[in-house]
């Protein structure tokens, strides 16, 4: 693709991606509808960007990179803080089990957002360090902090560490 996206190129980013970016938003919103709200104006930030959009990997690390933002935005407009994969969102893959549900209930935000990246979105170390401004080392380290803290919480729930 190189240079920017076509319209046909960007539709099946959108399409590809919506259901990525739709997730992220939720776990990092307080409401549905906040949800939806921020997915909207990540894809509207897309597309006012596609003129100057070069593809270099992966264009949901890029999506994620702006909803990260958007996200970060109505925290700050709002004024009050929220919990990170609430109750009643729904998580996919091995999360879905309810000890290690709590135990990344229990991480810092940061260290669920770097999991969440990386095993629920499939994000390489670099994607995540571009959605993050970190270097690849950052993110590297980032992650593997994360996983020792989902361990040592694992461990105290008794579910044993198996990562």
């Known amino acids: ?12 980013v959108v399409e590809d991606c919506y259901d990525d970016v739709l997730a992220y938003c939720r776990r990092h919103t307080p409401t549905r509808d906040d949800a939806l709200d921020a997915t909207q104006e990540t894809f509207l930030r897309f597309v006012r960007s596609l003129p100057t959009y070069r593809d270099r990997g992966k264009p949901l690390a890029f999506l994620l990179t702006i909803a990260r933002g958007v996200c970060a935005d109505a925290y700050r407009r ?14 996919s893959g091995p999360q879905e089990d309810v000890g290690i549900r709590e135990a990344l209930r229990s991480l810092a935000p940061e260290q669920r957002e770097v999991l969440e990246l990386r095993y629920d979105h499939g994000l390489r170390v670099y994607e995540i360090a571009r959605v993050l401004g970190v270097s690849r080392f950052a993110a590297g380290r980032r992650i593997s902090a994360a996983l020792d803290a989902l361990k040592a919480e694992l461990d105290d729930f008794g579910e044993g560490a198996s990562l």
């Open 78 to 91: 709002r004024g009050r803080s929220w919990e990170l994969l609430d109750e009643d969102v729904a998580v």
């Open 1 to 12: 693709m190189g240079k920017g996206l076509d319209e046909e190129g960007a539709r099946r």
